[in-house]
């Protein structure tokens, strides 16, 4: 590291400054002061420290760098620009609809890995790169920087213990302890020692330097990888450091200078500023590109029709049978693997298996973290303890990211655990994600199925299972594409459709039995893609029994599968009725809960007599 | 202390292992052996140190305990039966449809002042609790017992945090560090001492005892309250203590005892234990009550018709307002107070507000521990960062909380700062709480008098601000019940009902203005009670504009207020087109996504024109 020219690299700060204030003002919002507190970490990694390849941030050995203090966006944006990426010009198109240098980080840019700004969940990401490194034998470091304030946020804690744990020491956290945040200071102020006791009782290597000394941050990160701990460098710097008339003030924190304030600001920065483009930035090593291919084909599903088998079960079969084929799965569980039944791919492969502990939003950070290095991570715990980590999912769904979540034990079937252990909110928090698929099988056939349609999807995948056991109804050669919906039961005359899926299909099926003694029919429709919902298999069998849909679901009546199909049948003037839970449920057996909260073949059989 | 007899209290604890081990197998479920390794723990608070009245567990000054490890409740009940607040047989009710002794402990029961049973959460409840304390001038302390399994989880760092700062001496954790979770192993297993070394960097003091030694138990809560700083008690314990032939082993949690193992069991602990009936409990100090009555009116609302201003301003003013009237109104924010405007209730009554710093799920919970005390708490943030708190907002609707959150910045019209900031789910995760209130203001009026609303009713209600300002469009005098909308424009003929809410009410005047202009008539609704929703003035409009109705909001298409309108009217014939947000935003200015992303005036022109 001797030849590393610290005033060269200073210079590239001030640049870096330049840059996040023009933009930032050009774009009349955004955080400059949070940028140049920054400034000399990010112009030391990028310019004097990290091992990649600027012209193919997608490289699968590059160092990789997690801005967690994604507000400080626009000091990214200028180090890439600043390495020959892109014209610096086009750092003045901030935040303008036509560019995709963004008020936060998204991956739509090629060197982001994935979405940040919401504070506080960068380093689970990190931990998950850095798991997936060392699984892929590749030797290049991870990186996540992040502010002061949002090492409040317990979520860092999740991942910093886990790190800890699992020793890893090629994951570097860098604090830019700016002492400011949003709308006052931080509770410990410049106390680093705070933090760093905080990190040693993690199982963390610290070490403590002025963010502004180039030196001393060199020095640092030239020890990075020794050890088995993970390394966290708690830098102490000024918010807003270079600009004489606005550094380490209060109310700087996401306001852009004026024109004249920029300008001020920026001739007291340009005696001092260099640029990068001309830094020989160091190479990554060449190492074997992991293999993270689809496989071409899965070993068959094995089940007999009427086998009592429950669909986390089948969850967990489905994990075994496709992770033979694809060496891209990984599985994760808090802590819950022996109810989720992942813990059957645990025991099988081991060294692709991370048990997170009861640490819900870690895990999907963890599991985004692996998604971004190209595998297909399945993330499990109980439904009700995914709404947990709903903002890392949330951020997932901002990323794009090719995150598979289960979550087991839902609605009221699960008996006597009570509401706490009941999901009943999960249909509505995960159709509301972007881009996501919300899968809900009724039987081992369909769940194993739709595992498969998870690892082959891009994206967003949830699948929803049911703690009871329930009788295969599916032959094993039946495809469940994501979108699409089964009609079980239909005959001319029918009186009304009933849409319904997991425990509820299988009521329907009753009811339809039921009914049909007293000679009344009705369509049966297992919606078991809930989103993307397959609005026209229901439209058209809903058109054939006048318009008449009742959808019957073991989640709350909020967001789930009834106001699925209204809200996207309505307009068609289908009448969707709805059985749903209605009320805050209490403890008791699977079948007395189906039936006091009205969602059994009994109520069914008694909602279908009642339509007019 | 000298007068306790370790003896009689080692003997309760045997009582309520045996009550445990009874109860678990005949309600063929639940965690005995979660409850054996607390024993002694509880024993001790209930019969030997704290101070309560046992016939009256809501009085105001008794000492507060938290179970935060959930699973335990036979434990729970079971020490609540030894002081003969109901009888022991009842516990052979456990998770009975027919008993409020369920899976895990509910406030339908009087002892119980908060759900508990996701785990890591109860710990940010009792500093919620503690606080309250110390602002009502009680001299009560609050005590939450852990799990070692759920100090993974960051919500407690969070609330440990804020506990040191706060310098909490009336608030004692402790920690059943019985080493085993629920799949496997805890990552420290019995090194208690790592626990130690982070709670200490969380600002507690210590204690490491032997969690079945009587004595030393007593021998530290003797010291409860003494010093500054919050205490923790790490209690090292054995799972399934008592029990000769399932203490300490794997595979045992989450099990109840067969039939004859539960007697084998008992008749092992028979021999050792006592009742606690005849214990005398020291009684709490007599100290007066604090004033949480509901004021009998409020100051006026003071806007006048056409002034800009943002509805998360009007939050924050009606804040001061309603809290010059209203003692029991306390305000939280997570270091956005200068954005969601609670800032102005802060600076006004600083005592009654609490910076939680950037930590959502620990502000919830200190929110809820202030609601089950008697107050009023408003808790505010972004509204996409709610989401971090999905699960302690669920838990709150369990517990029935007198819980307010308000969340700001929704919607792509926040403009330039991005996906990540944009709450854009947040009606979905809203509505989909038990019992809840979802309310969305379009501009100062109703946004005041909805903050009253909120005051008034009990239970959780969501307040949905918008960043932009907007114009104040109705009188002071304007009421605005929750369950309730407006029809601000009607006219014989008109073709269709726009049913809107907050910035995309404005878009539906413009949208009314623009086709009156083209002779095209349509009913404009101000929804600003997402939920309850009113049903029945939706659907009388609807029903003159040929039962067509189209939703407009800022927000994604899946659980808002298009689904709301459409699950609740489409049975009725009613048609529901929807507008809403349906691809990931990019950032820009507002006014241009709106337009973008099909929501503003111009797309329902279009629509409406487009219409049948």
Same mark, same amino acid.
Not at 195 to 208: I, L
């Given at each position: 590291?001797?030849?590393?020219?610290?005033?060269?690299?200073?210079?590239?700060?001030n640049?870096?400054?330049?840059?996040?204030?023009?933009?930032?003002?050009?774009?009349?919002?955004?955080?400059?002061?949070?940028?140049?507190?920054?400034?000399?970490?990010?112009?030391?990694?990028?310019?004097?420290?990290?091992?990649?390849?600027?012209k193919?941030?997608?490289?699968?050995?590059?160092?990789?760098?997690?801005?967690?203090?994604?507000?400080?966006?626009?000091?990214?944006y200028?180090?890439?620009?600043?390495?020959?990426?892109?014209?610096?010009?086009?750092?003045?198109k901030?935040r303008?609809l036509?560019?995709?240098?963004e008020?936060?980080?998204?991956?739509?840019?090629p060197?982001v890995?994935?979405?940040?700004?919401?504070?506080?969940?960068?380093?689970?990401?990190?931990?998950?790169?850095?798991?997936?490194?060392?699984?892929?034998?590749?030797?290049?470091?991870?990186?996540v920087?992040?502010?002061?304030?949002?090492?409040?946020?317990?979520?860092?804690?999740?991942?910093?213990?886990?790190?800890?744990?699992?020793?890893? =020491?090629?994951?570097?956290?860098?604090?830019?302890v =700016?002492?400011?945040?949003?709308?006052e200071?931080?509770?410990?102020?410049? #106390?680093?020692?705070?933090?760093?006791?905080?990190?040693?009782?993690f199982?963390?290597?610290?070490?403590?330097?002025?963010?502004?000394?180039?030196?001393?941050?060199?020095?640092?990160?030239?020890?990075?990888?020794?050890?088995?701990?993970?390394?966290?460098?708690?830098?102490?710097?000024?918010?807003?450091a270079?600009?004489?008339?606005?550094?380490?003030?209060?109310?700087?924190?996401?306001?852009?200078?004026?024109?004249?304030?920029?300008?001020r600001?920026?001739?007291?920065?340009q005696p001092?500023?260099?640029?990068?483009?001309?830094?020989t930035?160091?190479?990554p090593?060449?190492?074997p590109?992991?293999?993270?291919?689809?496989?071409?084909?899965?070993?068959?599903?094995?089940?007999?029709?009427?086998?009592?088998?429950?669909?986390?079960?089948?969850?967990?079969?489905?994990?075994?049978?496709?992770?033979?084929?694809?060496p891209r799965?990984?599985?994760?569980?808090?802590?819950?693997? =022996?109810?989720?039944?992942?813990?059957?791919?645990?025991?099988?492969?081991?060294?692709?298996?991370v048990?997170?502990?009861?640490? #819900?939003?870690?895990?999907?950070?963890?599991?985004?973290?692996?998604?971004?290095?190209?595998?297909?991570?399945?993330?499990?715990?109980?439904?009700?303890?995914?709404?947990?980590?709903?903002?890392?999912?949330?951020?997932?769904?901002?990323?794009?990211?090719?995150?598979?979540?289960a979550?087991?034990?839902?609605?009221?079937?699960?008996?006597?655990?009570?509401?706490?252990?009941?999901?009943?909110?999960?249909?509505?928090?995960?159709?509301a994600?972007a881009?996501?698929?919300v899968?809900?099988?009724?039987?081992?056939?369909?769940a194993?199925?739709?595992? #498969?349609?998870?690892?082959?999807?891009k994206?967003?995948?949830?699948?929803?299972?049911?703690?009871?056991?329930?009788?295969?109804?599916?032959n =094993?050669?039946?495809?469940?594409?994501?979108?699409?919906?089964?009609v079980?039961?239909?005959?001319?005359?029918?009186?009304?459709?009933?849409?319904?899926?997991?425990?509820?299909?299988?009521?329907?099926?009753?009811?339809?039995?039921?009914l049909?003694?007293?000679?009344?029919g009705?369509?049966?429709?297992?919606?078991?893609?809930?989103?993307?919902l397959?609005?026209?298999?229901?439209?058209?069998a809903?058109?054939?029994?006048k318009?008449?849909?009742?959808?019957?679901?073991?989640?709350?009546? #909020?967001?789930?599968?009834?106001?699925?199909?209204?809200?996207?049948?309505?307009?068609?003037?289908?009448?969707?009725?709805?059985?749903?839970v209605?009320?805050?449920?209490?403890?008791?057996?699977?079948?007395?809960?189906?039936?006091?909260?009205?969602?059994?073949?009994?109520?069914?059989?008694?909602?279908?007599?009642?339509?007019?």
């Amino acid at each position: 590291m001797n030849d590393i020219d610290t005033e060269k690299l200073q210079g590239i700060a001030n640049q870096l400054r330049i840059h996040s204030i023009a933009a930032t003002t050009a774009a009349g919002s955004g955080h400059p002061t949070s940028c140049c507190s920054a400034a000399d970490l990010v112009a030391a990694l990028f310019f004097g420290h990290m091992h990649y390849d600027p012209k193919n941030p997608h490289y699968h050995n590059n160092d990789r760098f997690i801005l967690s203090k994604g507000h400080a966006a626009p000091l990214l944006y200028a180090a890439w620009a600043e390495t020959g990426l892109f014209p610096a010009s086009d750092l003045l198109k901030l935040r303008e609809l036509g560019s995709d240098l963004e008020g936060h980080p998204t991956p739509r840019l090629p060197f982001v890995d994935v979405a940040t700004g919401s504070l506080g969940q960068g380093l689970s990401v990190g931990v998950g790169m850095a798991l997936c490194a060392r699984l892929d034998k590749l030797d290049h470091n991870t990186y996540v920087l992040l502010g002061d304030g949002e090492i409040a946020e317990g979520a860092v804690w999740e991942a910093a213990s886990l790190a800890g744990i699992a020793k890893l =020491n090629n994951l570097t956290a860098i604090v830019d302890v =700016n002492r400011l945040g949003q709308s006052e200071a931080t509770a410990f102020g410049h #106390e680093v020692g705070v933090y760093k006791k905080r990190f040693e009782a993690f199982g963390w290597r610290t070490e403590e330097i002025d963010g502004h000394d180039m030196e001393e941050i060199l020095e640092v990160l030239a020890a990075v990888g020794l050890g088995t701990q993970p390394l966290v460098i708690l830098a102490k710097t000024i918010k807003g450091a270079g600009i004489s008339f606005i550094q380490d003030k209060d109310g700087w924190h996401g306001k852009a200078l004026s024109k004249d304030e920029a300008e001020r600001a920026i001739a007291e920065l340009q005696p001092k500023a260099k640029t990068g483009i001309d830094v020989t930035i160091p190479a990554p090593s060449q190492l074997p590109a992991p293999n993270n291919a689809a496989p071409a084909s899965c070993p068959p599903v094995n089940y007999k029709l009427g086998d009592s088998v429950a669909t986390r079960e089948a969850f967990g079969n489905a994990l075994v049978r496709i992770g033979e084929a694809d060496p891209r799965l990984i599985a994760l569980d808090g802590d819950t693997k =022996n109810s989720t039944y992942s813990e059957k791919f645990f025991k099988k492969f081991p060294e692709r298996s991370v048990e997170c502990f009861i640490a #819900e939003q870690n895990m999907v950070g963890v599991a985004t973290g692996f998604a971004a290095r190209g595998k297909v991570p399945f993330a499990s715990t109980f439904a009700c303890f995914l709404t947990r980590a709903y903002d890392q999912i949330r951020v997932a769904g901002i990323s794009q990211a090719n995150l598979k979540l289960a979550g087991s034990h839902v609605g009221v079937s699960i008996g006597e655990d009570g509401p706490s252990q009941m999901g009943l909110e999960d249909l509505a928090m995960m159709r509301a994600v972007a881009g996501s698929a919300v899968l809900y099988p009724s039987d081992a056939v369909s769940a194993e199925k739709l595992v #498969e349609q998870m690892a082959e999807k891009k994206g967003i995948c949830y699948l929803r299972t049911s703690r009871p056991k329930s009788p295969v109804i599916y032959n =094993n050669d039946e495809p469940f594409p994501i979108g699409g919906a089964k009609v079980l039961r239909q005959a001319t005359g029918d009186k009304a459709t009933v849409v319904a899926a997991g425990v509820t299909l299988h009521e329907a099926l009753k009811a339809a039995d039921a009914l049909k003694n007293e000679g009344v029919g009705i369509t049966v429709i297992d919606a078991y893609s809930v989103k993307p919902l397959a609005g026209e298999v229901i439209k058209a069998a809903a058109q054939k029994t006048k318009n008449t849909v009742l959808t019957v679901e073991d989640h709350y009546a #909020e967001g789930g599968l009834g106001d699925a199909v209204a809200g996207e049948l309505s307009a068609d003037g289908i009448k969707v009725h709805k059985l749903a839970v209605t009320e805050l449920p209490h403890s008791g057996k699977s079948a007395e809960l189906l039936a006091k909260y009205g969602i059994d073949a009994t109520a069914i059989v008694k909602k279908v007599k009642a339509l007019g």
